[in-house]
């Protein structure tokens, strides 16, 4: 049997593999050459001392133990016979690994997006980044891979009560991604790594039998018996997409929805159509921005960060009137993008490519929005929240100059209520421009961002700067509206065969979440074909 150790390496020590052989053998009683396998399960940075260190923690097994590896998941893959179809909309973590899982259940995929595909999106961001120029049906939330694949490609969740972690990250792996990912404490892929991963999981859908179609906007549902059971979906494809005839039916034995958090004319498609959504917290804010090497020296209490450890990050927290104030989506070595999805809005987001090597470092800092704080938006229903979120990325987009260029303030300016005289250099594009955000965002949103701002400049010495930038806004954290499921079959319990999926229908939040949900939708779908 394997021996369980714990390893404590220097940051200049993590890749010296004769090393950690040699400290799991003193652990262990055994040679270095007495060890057949090390197979390393676990490795964080713990950086609360003044000498940061890795944990590792391994598994040990000795001559004549037997350590076998895990067969690859999609060894178990066979091509399907098409006799059960299933619709997934949207073509981001949750429909993908929602495709896969059908696979696996012998069952056909047939994913649609609006967007297009990972390398063609390329070309519409930017268009936005450097002219402004948003595609609503492609840009940096719909397309191929969904929102994560352009924005960073943070791997880590709490939700594991979702399900496997470990068979969403494998199955990453087995489609390019590092195999990393399977022991770091906080995965990340990148964004410049991640769309080839993502093109690599849409070839095994194709490859065993499933079906991919871009510029597939969904326009209409098709229903049946008094609309309580759905029967496949009416799209109209994108003027781009032209392989395909101007609207297009399509039918199957159930429909997965995997819209994301942005689909906003899908959630107005089921309402029109008499489907039941209901509305859901979220959080709104703006996107704070440092130099990386202030992060950097304040995380890791040295003026120089060492060559071997990653670029530091940070997670904040705090309440303000028995509200929540929190760090959101932190992205060390980042970049902040724009990420609207239709002309005339501000939306801000951050990314990360792999190395994270930018001199910035940039994080939401949001506030969340409940039911409670809706009442000056109640006049819209269940869309109060969505309302609210619309209303503040169009405000701030008038208070411009027609361009994406960002509303900014200094940190303290922010705080303080005033202007910025000037603005730090920043890593957002399309360019920033002092902007009176104290005043363009609804005040109860302001009040608690600026009291928690200056609370976390409290927490963490060297926050508040002058050197910091505050970006508006960042009001896609998630969906401000929820497709309710039924808990045991995950189906809407009002439509037969109608499977809300993900963030978009508020059940997820992050790529590996979203992927989860996507798998655990799929195996109920499967559930349900087979009686």
């Not at 619709?87 to 297009?116: M, Q, S």
């Not at 943070?154 to 969403?168: E, F, P, Q, W």
């Not at 990340?188 to 179609?213: D, F």
């Amino acid at each position: 049997m394997p021996q369980l150790v714990e390893i404590v390496l220097l940051p200049a020590e993590r890749q010296d593999m004769a090393l950690l052989r040699q400290k799991a053998a003193r652990q262990t009683g055994l040679r270095p050459d007495q060890i057949s396998h090390l197979e390393i399960l676990k490795s964080s940075l713990d950086a609360r001392s003044r000498q940061p260190v890795y944990r590792i923690r391994a598994e040990v097994y000795a001559q004549g133990d037997v350590f076998t590896p895990e067969p690859a998941i999609l060894e178990g893959f066979r091509p399907v016979d098409g006799k059960k179809k299933v619709i997934i909309i949207g073509a981001g973590p949750a429909g993908y690994f929602a495709a896969l899982e059908l696979l696996e259940l012998g069952i056909k995929p047939i994913v649609l997006d609006r967007g297009k595909d990972v390398r063609e999106r390329r070309r519409d961001l930017r268009a936005i980044q450097q002219f402004g120029e948003v595609n609503p049906h492609s840009n940096y939330c719909f397309g191929e891979g969904g929102a994560g694949t352009y924005s960073d490609g943070k791997l880590y969740t709490r939700s594991v009560k979702r399900g496997d972690v470990h068979k969403a990250l494998r199955l990453l792996v087995e489609h390019g991604s590092k195999s990393d990912i399977l022991t770091e404490a906080h995965p990340h892929i990148g964004s410049n790594k991640l769309p080839a991963v993502v093109q690599n999981i849409r070839e095994t859908i194709l490859h065993y039998g499933g079906e991919v179609h871009f510029g597939q906007c969904v326009t209409d549902l098709i229903l049946a018996n008094g609309a309580s059971d759905i029967r496949g979906v009416i799209t109209q494809t994108v003027p781009s997409a032209g392989h395909l005839p101007p609207s297009n039916e399509w039918l199957a034995d159930a429909v997965i929805l995997a819209t994301g958090h942005s689909a906003r004319d899908i959630y107005r498609l089921l309402h029109a159509r008499g489907i039941r959504i209901e509305p859901k917290p979220f959080a709104l804010g703006v996107r704070v921005e440092h130099p990386q090497p202030l992060i950097d020296n304040i995380q890791y209490k040295r003026n120089v960060r060492d060559e071997h450890l990653p670029a530091a990050s940070y997670s904040l927290v705090c309440q303000v009137g028995g509200r929540g104030v929190f760090s959101f989506c932190m992205c060390p070595g980042g970049l902040i993008v724009p990420a609207a999805t239709a002309p005339g809005e501000i939306v801000v987001n951050g990314m990360s490519m792999s190395r994270r090597d930018s001199p910035y470092a940039n994080s939401g800092v949001v506030t969340s929005v409940e039911p409670e704080d809706l009442a000056p938006w109640s006049k819209h229903g269940v869309f109060a929240a969505m309302a609210l979120q619309e209303e503040v990325e169009q405000r701030l987009f008038k208070a411009g100059d027609g361009s994406q260029k960002g509303p900014a303030l200094r940190l303290p300016d922010f705080i303080n209520g005033v202007l910025s005289a000037d603005l730090p250099r920043s890593s957002y594009i399309p360019g920033l421009y002092s902007a009176p955000v104290f005043d363009l965002l609804p005040p109860f949103i302001y009040r608690r961002l600026r009291e928690g701002m200056a609370e976390f400049g409290k927490t963490m010495r060297g926050f508040y700067t002058e050197e910091a930038t505050v970006v508006a806004t960042e009001s896609r954290t998630s969906a401000p509206v929820r497709i309710p499921r039924d808990a045991a079959t995950l189906m809407h319990p009002e439509v037969n065969n109608l499977f809300p999926c993900g963030e978009g229908a508020g059940y997820a939040g992050g790529i590996i979440s979203a992927a989860m949900d996507g798998q655990n939708v799929a195996r109920a779908v499967g559930a349900k074909l087979e009686g």
